[in-house]
C-alpha cells in the first residue's frame, strides 16, 4: 500500500539589504602649480622669427635652471610657425610660438618664478594652476572617509528597523574627485617687470577633494512592528 505526500513549496524571503552611498568632503592646501609660458616672436621672415623664438626659449630655460628644484618639470606643449595678416592690403609675417608648462612643487617659489619669466622679451606668462599630485594621500583620505561615512549610514538605517548588520556584500567605487577639483583662475598674459624688487606675494586657493562609495549590507531581520502598522510613530 502506497501513500502519497503533499508538499508546499514554501517561499524563500529574501535576506534583507540596505544599500548606502557615503560621501566624504575634504579641503587642503595645493601641491602644485602649473604655469604656462609662451614665447612669441614676430619678424619679417620665418628664420629671423624661428631664431629669435629660439633665443627667447633659451632665456625661459636659464630662469627655470635658476629655479633648481623648485621646478619638478618642464614640457612643450605647443609650437607653430605661421602667417599672422593684420592688414589685407599687405603680405602676413611669420610668427614663431612655443608654449611650455611648467610644474611647480615649491609654492613659495612661485610668485618670483612669475616675476623672473615676467621680465623676459617676448614671453607671456599665465597661471597658476593650482593642483594636488595625482598620488596624493588627501585622495587616499578622502576613500576612507566616504567608506566610514558608508558604515555609519548603513548601521543607522538598520537600528531604525531594530536591526543590526550582519555582513558586507559589495562594495563599488562611485568616483572620486580631485587632483586641482577647484583651481585659481589663471592670470591674464603679464606685462614685462621691470622694478628689481618686485614680489608677488600668491595666496594658493584651497583644494576640495571628493570621496564617494556605494556599499551593500546584509542586515538581521528587522522588527516587523515598525513598519506593519504605523511609520515611526506616526
Same mark, same amino acid.
Given at each position: 500500500?502506497?501513500?502519497f505526500v503533499s508538499r508546499v513549496a514554501v517561499p524563500?524571503?529574501?535576506?534583507?539589504?540596505?544599500?548606502?552611498?557615503?560621501?566624504?568632503?575634504?579641503?587642503?592646501?595645493?601641491?602644485?602649480?602649473?604655469?604656462?609660458?609662451?614665447?612669441?616672436?614676430?619678424?619679417?621672415?620665418?628664420?629671423?622669427?624661428?631664431?629669435?623664438?629660439?633665443?627667447?626659449?633659451?632665456?625661459?630655460?636659464?630662469?627655470?635652471?635658476?629655479?633648481?628644484?623648485?621646478?619638478?618639470?618642464?614640457?612643450?606643449?605647443?609650437? /607653430?610657425?605661421?602667417?599672422? =595678416?593684420?592688414?589685407?592690403?599687405?603680405?602676413?609675417?611669420?610668427?614663431?610660438?612655443?608654449?611650455?608648462?611648467?610644474?611647480?612643487?615649491?609654492?613659495?617659489?612661485?610668485?618670483?618664478? =612669475?616675476?623672473?619669466?615676467?621680465?623676459?622679451?617676448?614671453?607671456?606668462?599665465?597661471?597658476?594652476?593650482?593642483?594636488?599630485?595625482?598620488?596624493?594621500?588627501?585622495?587616499?583620505?578622502?576613500?576612507?572617509?566616504?567608506?566610514?561615512?558608508?558604515?555609519?549610514?548603513?548601521?543607522?538605517?538598520?537600528?531604525?528597523?531594530?536591526?543590526?548588520?550582519?555582513?558586507?556584500?559589495?562594495?563599488?567605487?562611485?568616483?572620486?574627485?580631485?587632483?586641482?577639483?577647484?583651481?585659481?583662475?589663471?592670470?591674464?598674459?603679464?606685462?614685462?617687470?621691470?622694478?628689481?624688487?618686485?614680489?608677488?606675494?600668491?595666496?594658493?586657493?584651497?583644494?576640495?577633494?571628493?570621496?564617494?562609495?556605494?556599499?551593500?549590507?546584509?542586515?538581521?531581520?528587522?522588527?516587523? /512592528?515598525?513598519?506593519?502598522?504605523?511609520?515611526?510613530?506616526?
Amino acid at each position: 500500500m502506497s501513500s502519497f505526500v503533499s508538499r508546499v513549496a514554501v517561499p524563500q524571503v529574501a535576506e534583507p539589504q540596505v544599500v548606502v552611498r557615503g560621501e566624504a568632503v575634504l579641503e587642503v592646501e595645493p601641491e602644485l602649480a602649473d604655469l604656462w609660458v609662451t614665447v612669441r616672436v614676430r619678424a619679417r621672415d620665418r628664420q629671423t622669427a624661428m631664431e629669435r623664438c629660439q633665443a627667447g626659449q633659451q632665456q625661459v630655460a636659464a630662469v627655470t635652471a635658476a629655479a633648481g628644484d623648485a621646478i619638478e618639470s618642464v614640457e612643450t606643449s605647443t609650437v /607653430s610657425v605661421h602667417l599672422e =595678416v593684420r592688414d589685407r592690403r599687405a603680405p602676413g609675417e611669420p610668427v614663431a610660438t612655443v608654449q611650455s608648462r611648467l610644474t611647480v612643487g615649491r609654492l613659495d617659489a612661485v610668485g618670483d618664478l =612669475v616675476v623672473d619669466l615676467g621680465r623676459l622679451d617676448d614671453v607671456d606668462v599665465s597661471g597658476p594652476g593650482w593642483r594636488l599630485r595625482p598620488d596624493s594621500r588627501a585622495v587616499e583620505q578622502a576613500r576612507l572617509d566616504a567608506v566610514r561615512d558608508a558604515v555609519h549610514r548603513a548601521r543607522q538605517y538598520a537600528a531604525a528597523f531594530g536591526a543590526h548588520l550582519t555582513a558586507l556584500l559589495e562594495v563599488s567605487d562611485a568616483g572620486l574627485g580631485g587632483s586641482g577639483l577647484r583651481v585659481a583662475a589663471a592670470m591674464a598674459p603679464m606685462a614685462r617687470f621691470e622694478d628689481s624688487q618686485l614680489h608677488l606675494d600668491l595666496t594658493p586657493p584651497r583644494q576640495e577633494v571628493h570621496g564617494a562609495v556605494e556599499v551593500r549590507f546584509a542586515m538581521s531581520a528587522p522588527d516587523s /512592528s515598525l513598519f506593519s502598522t504605523e511609520v515611526f510613530g506616526e
